[in-house]
């Protein structure tokens, strides 16, 4: 059974920083792709990044610049160091793990931002 558990999550004032880890176990496969999404109070989830197997990588455009997606494929786990964080940044970030068209999620971990 997959199993995604995040963790890194916190409270933070605007301008500082904090590192999201999503682990991944119970698998026998490599992901084509992993990534994190996240959701606001009242708002729809949305996609923050994603990084395939081969490393590339992609943002949505309001964190570009200040977030880094990164994994580590013989650990199967993904990294988002997110930097200058704003407000608008709090939510609960969930990450995913895609293969073959299908999506794993983990449960989320709370980032809270204080201006």
């Known amino acids: 059974q997959v ?10 004032q605007a301008g500082g920083s904090l590192r999201l880890s999503c682990a991944a ?12 999404y996240r959701q606001a109070p009242g708002k729809q989830r949305e996609l923050v990044a994603t990084i395939t197997g081969g490393g590339s990588t992609n943002y949505v455009d309001a964190v570009k610049g200040r977030f880094t997606i ?22 609960v970030y969930y990450c995913y793990a895609r293969r073959d068209d299908y999506n794993y999620w983990g449960r989320g971990t709370q980032v809270t931002v204080s201006s």
């Open 25 to 36: 176990s119970g698998i026998a496969f490599s992901f084509d792709a992993m990534g994190w």
């Open 3 to 12: 199993q995604l558990v995040e963790s890194g999550g916190g409270l933070v």
């Open 70 to 91: 990164s994994r580590d494929n013989t650990k199967n786990t993904v990294y988002l160091r997110m930097n200058n964080l704003k407000p608008e940044d709090t939510a």
